[in-house]
């Protein structure tokens, strides 16, 4: 069995994580998860391979390890739907069968503290139900419920289903964007 901490990394693209996501992204993961800045669908400029590109969102663009996830961070005016967390749940799903195969998973968000964290933590409860995967909590407390009932099993998509609309925890602050 692989070890959580040897697998998976969860970072920011903002100018403030400069230093983390370098690091990271030489750390040689496998595979990406990415979720934009909401407000232009961009990566903050750090995940272009294409010089000269005019925007950093053009999936094209993209380095080939990379999976864009275009969900922004829920919030009071925005919630995630349904549809949303089912987008949400399939990611998990796939970062998981990464994780089981042994590979370098990288989970990236704008902050680093929600989107990726939450990604992170539902997908190592799919890869290893025995872990609690306490190192990745998101800040807001919403996300992290959604990632603690994340399940392959399609019977749990009902109580899953039911978090929709998802709101942040606190619909104060700056996630209320």
Known sequence: MYAPSTLVRVTGTAPKHT???????????????????????SFDGRLRVVPGKERASDVAALDARITPILLVDPSARMP???????????????AAAHLRAGRKVLFLCVGGANRSKALARAAIRLAWPDETAAVFEPDDKNLALLADAIDTDDAADADVQRLAPLKPFSAVGKRSR
């Open 19 to 41: 230093k983390a996501f370098d690091d990271a992204m030489r750390w040689g993961s496998h595979v990406i998860f990415a979720f934009p800045r909401g407000s232009d669908m």
């Open 80 to 94: 995630w739907t349904a549809e949303d967390v089912k987008t949400f749940k399939a990611h998990a799903i796939a």
